[in-house]
């Protein structure tokens, strides 16, 4: 028996509710691995990427920091990856799968975080989300065009995770991911970024422990750990009482998590003041968007050959680093002459 199969056949003790690899479809056929399963080899194609390097310099919520310690959104995605998997471990269920919708639901994320991602929104014709950009990326983008070939749940997952300002985990919605590792990865990643995102706020002094919603802090704790330790042990005690039918989180703990993430977009994330940052991210964008499009040749790639030029020209930019991006728009407005 080859190796695969030896890891295939060790996933039969997983909870029947798990997603098995051996199960999973994909877009194109190719030649299995002899020793990694399906969800293995996501996993691994999407650390390799490039579109994952280039996750450390992209914005978490804080626009080029000064501290080393700021969150950025390969840390971000880091924290989910663990969170995620610690909670798949105490559920059996499959952290191949976990892991690999972690590892790779944040890459189609824009320069300058969310702020970013409103520019885009406003200048793609039909709209732009990250998430979907981020299938865009695993689908078509990655390995010059050809896409990384990711299986079915792990595409599911990455699709799936967003929650935006809406429910953190509703079960009658059609949105919700279809495998309970991907509902894994969905509550992980609000309970990572509300977690530190408010640890970055009190380090920026944006914010102050007292201001925190004291419900808040009285069902969850007062420290960074504390915090996320007791949402985890909730997520993982409540799932087990219902026998893993899904994932999910006790009604308190949704109250607070919601409040958390409203305080965040009160005093965090829009707060007074952030207007002039957001005209200055438009600014930037914008001025790369306009030049790219009178001069599209030497920055968009020739794939995907079926899409427009226009389209490529927003995957360029949703692909770039701040760095890139700043970069970019200093060259575009003061060009070096020659004399």
Do not use: C
Request: charged share 30%.
């Amino acid at each position: 028996m080859i190796i695969r199969e030896r890891l295939e056949q060790r996933e039969n003790s997983l909870h029947p509710g798990a997603a098995r690899s051996r199960d999973a479809t994909k877009q194109r056929e190719e030649r299995k691995s002899p020793v990694r399963t399906e969800f293995q080899r996501d996993r691994d194609r999407i650390l390799h990427s490039k579109a994952f390097r280039r996750l450390k310099r992209k914005t978490q919520v804080f626009i080029s920091p000064e501290g080393d310690h700021y969150r950025t959104r390969l840390t971000h995605t880091l924290e989910v990856s663990q969170i995620s998997r610690t909670i798949a471990r105490a559920l059996n269920l499959n952290e191949d799968l976990t892991e690999a919708i972690a590892l790779g639901h944040d890459l189609g994320h824009t320069p300058f975080g969310h702020a970013g991602e409103r520019v885009l929104d406003a200048l793609t014709a039909n709209g732009f989300r990250h998430y979907q950009q981020s299938l865009r990326v695993v689908d078509h983008l990655e390995y010059h065009g050809k896409g990384l070939n990711l299986t079915d749940p792990v595409r599911d997952g990455i699709l799936r995770h967003s929650k935006g300002k809406g429910p953190i985990l509703a079960h009658d919605d059609p949105d919700m991911p279809a495998t309970l590792e991907g509902q894994v990865v969905r509550v992980s990643d609000i309970i990572a970024y509300v977690n530190h995102d408010v640890d970055d706020a009190l380090r920026a002094g944006m914010i102050t422990r007292e201001e925190i919603p004291e419900k808040t802090r009285r069902l969850l704790g007062n420290t960074f750990a504390k915090r996320i330790d007791t949402i985890v042990k909730d997520v993982i005690y409540r799932s087990l009482d219902i026998d893993l039918k899904h994932i999910a989180v006790s009604p308190e703990i949704i109250y607070v998590l919601e409040q958390l993430r409203d305080f965040l977009y009160q005093h965090v994330y829009w707060v007074k003041g952030s207007e002039t940052e957001m005209d200055k991210i438009q600014h930037i964008l914008s001025t790369i968007h306009q030049h790219v499009q009178n001069n599209p040749t030497p920055y968009v790639h020739p794939w995907p050959e079926k899409d427009s030029v226009e389209r490529r020209i927003i995957d360029f930019i949703a692909g770039m680093t701040d760095n890139y991006a700043l970069n970019l728009f200093k060259r575009i407005v003061t060009p070096r002459y020659r004399f």
